[in-house]
């Protein structure tokens, strides 16, 4: 993991809280689980639960009893991840016991096969998963068989291990991460909303929509591209339990994922050698540089929009990052003249796609220092950089020539937490030191996201990006199941 910024200088630059675990190690001593099992539990589970502590307590993981997980009012403490093996009636179900929506995982833990199968497509796996998360109102799924056990998260993502009970690897390098931070939608006081902000009429946005014009229609027929799951479609247990869903996306009309944005131009100034006031040390190469950090600006499509269907006058939204006495503030301009029956709200992965467009700024602002004759800051400069991000992963054979590799052994977080915000911007400086290293032109960097996804950024545009990208994907073939163990 690299350490070319400090968790000081994340939390100044993002808002990623101090203290939060970035390494398994941390991560491990960070959670505190509880087991909350249903009234009548069956052999097996029993069974599992039991491996699955004695496997915690091997990693230095302290397994809560129900008494000390929970506080006065008998509602689960803030921060305890609840692991609720078994069926439960809609009185005893544990996001009946928690304080706010935001402060707990729940885990369902059921004696069945996981509702999929290898043969299923994406977005059937994805409707799958959200439709049993809002049924027994869970945040994460683990199915148990006799043979195998699956890990089933909100992004759609399922990972299979070929083993009855849990093994110390496995739950070290898949389960915990996944345990550790909570996927949550960015929350009013964290971004200034200007609504109706965002001019959609100027030539330079006419040109932004071209791209994402454009690349949607490439994407179009992709199963990889997850489009939308709609809540009004689900089975719920009740309307109580349907606002609280409702509640906790923040009223959005559903689930979509993967994103496509357009970082806006930014001049940056070269690196220092020395620091001085509201620069940002970066570590790079054994030696310490202090960047200028500037205005951050992104076209970025809005959250619940058919990315494969674009209306660009009504998905497209603008976030940006300005620096104020050194801290940095998240704003979402809305477009012009939108309708009312349109809800536009910040996208779950806001905070990642602001790291992405930082560390592009970070990225150009050392090599004007480092390698001056670089193409990446004057092309930053006048035509910004592309993000495309969608839930599978390319063949190396497919990577641009000075794209660099990275993140395929950070530990398999969920999507729209902290961690992954982190690894974003921590990935860039650590694929910018491969460039040096192998003095290879630097116009970008792949993200991989284990268990996840992919985010590719640089100077290739979005429409550029995914011709090619589905120039060699079928939509007819989409990936097995991940399978471990």
Not at 110 to 139: C, F, K, N, T, W
Request: proline residues 7%.
């Amino acid at each position: 993991m690299s350490n070319s910024i400090s968790s000081g200088s994340l939390h100044d630059l993002l808002g990623i809280p101090l203290g939060t675990p970035l390494t398994i190690d941390e991560m491990c001593l960070h959670i505190k689980p509880v087991i909350y099992p249903a009234p009548l539990l069956s052999v097996r589970l029993e069974q599992f639960c039991h491996a699955l502590v004695t496997v915690m307590q091997s990693l230095g993981i302290t397994v809560l009893s129900e008494e000390h997980a929970s506080g006065d009012d008998g509602r689960f403490v803030p921060g305890t991840v609840i692991l609720a093996p078994g069926y439960f009636p809609d009185n005893l179900l544990a996001i009946n016991r928690v304080t706010t929506l935001y402060n707990n995982i729940i885990v369902g833990i059921y004696d069945e096969a996981a509702p999929l199968s290898a043969e299923s497509l994406p977005q059937e796996r994805l409707d799958a998963i959200v439709g049993r998360l809002a049924r027994d109102m869970v945040h994460i799924l683990i199915f148990v068989t006799d043979r195998s056990w699956t890990i089933c998260t909100m992004n759609g993502g399922v990972v299979r291990f070929n083993t009855s009970y849990p093994s110390r690897e496995d739950v070290r390098d898949t389960l915990v991460p996944k345990l550790t931070a909570q996927v949550v939608p960015p929350r009013a006081e964290e971004l200034d909303i200007e609504h109706g902000e965002l001019k959609t009429g100027t030539s330079e946005f006419e040109a932004v929509a071209e791209d994402f014009l454009q690349c949607s229609a490439l994407w179009r027929n992709n199963a990889s591209l997850l489009t939308h799951t709609s809540t009004s479609g689900l089975e719920y247990r009740s309307a109580f339990y349907k606002r609280i869903v409702a509640c906790y996306l923040d009223q959005r009309s559903g689930m979509s994922y993967g994103f496509f944005a357009r970082q806006l131009p930014v001049a940056v100034q070269p690196a220092f050698a020395s620091e001085g006031k509201d620069l940002l040390p970066v570590r790079i190469k054994e030696s310490t540089f202090f960047v200028p950090v500037p205005q951050i600006r992104v076209i970025t499509t809005r959250s619940g929009c058919k990315k494969n269907h674009l209306d660009p006058k009504r998905d497209l939204v603008e976030i940006g990052l300005i620096q104020h006495q050194g801290r940095g503030r998240a704003y979402l301009k809305t477009p012009a003249g939108l309708s009312p029956d349109t809800v536009a709200k910040p996208s779950f992965d806001t905070l990642t796609i602001l790291a992405h467009a930082l560390g592009n700024a970070l990225t150009a602002s050392l090599l004007m220092r480092l390698r001056p004759e670089a193409c990446f800051p004057y092309h930053l400069a006048q035509s910004g950089a592309s993000i495309t991000h969608w839930h599978d992963y390319p063949d190396i054979e497919q990577l641009p020539k000075g794209y660099y590799l990275h993140g395929e052994f950070n530990p398999p977080v969920a999507c729209s937490t902290p961690q992954s915000a982190a690894y974003s911007l921590l990935g860039k400086i650590a694929a910018l030191e491969q460039s040096l290293e192998q003095e290879i032109e630097y116009r970008g960097d792949v993200h991989i996201e284990p268990n996840h996804g992919t985010n590719i950024v640089g100077m290739l545009s979005l429409a550029e990006t995914a011709r090619l990208l589905n120039s060699a994907l079928s939509p007819a073939l989409t990936p097995e199941f991940i399978t471990e163990g």
